[in-house]
């Protein structure tokens, strides 16, 4: 009888238990590569794509200790860009926003997925001189293994 009551109560501890879920937010720490960059006009929802092709060789580089590098690779978008541009970033409000600044600036972006592989961005503008005109920007990065 004692076994059968030993043996029913490991059954049901074992039935208790459930496994955890991993709730694990894939890191935006590593390596990524533009792969978009979709300009919507929130007026006319025309969209474009707008990564120009000296972007494609950069890489933008996120370290766990919130500096951010951009390596701008061998293609110059201007003749005037620094070879590296160093920035801070951080994640806030549960890993929804992305705030990316250095001494001159500071952006806030959307994030709308992190995975393993996919980083996707999105942050909205006015156009300074077309008042009326508003803007959404989503960018897409591949992770660089």
Known sequence: MKNLFFTL????????????????????????????????????????????ACQNDDIIIFEANGKNTVDHGSS??????????NYTWKLINDNKNLIVEDSASKDTSNVDEISSDILRLSYLFDDQELITENFKVEITLNRIK
């Not at 459930?18 to 533009?34: A, L, Y």
């Not at 110059?76 to 541009?85: G, Y």
């Open 9 to 52: 109560f490991v059954l049901l501890m074992f039935s208790a238990c459930e496994k955890e879920e991993s709730t694990t937010t894939p890191s935006i720490i590593g390596k990524w590569r533009f792969q978009s960059s979709i300009e919507t006009n929130l007026s006319t929802m025309k969209s474009q794509d707008i990564l120009m």
């Open 76 to 85: 110059k978008c201007d003749p005037l860009e620094q070879p590296i541009e």
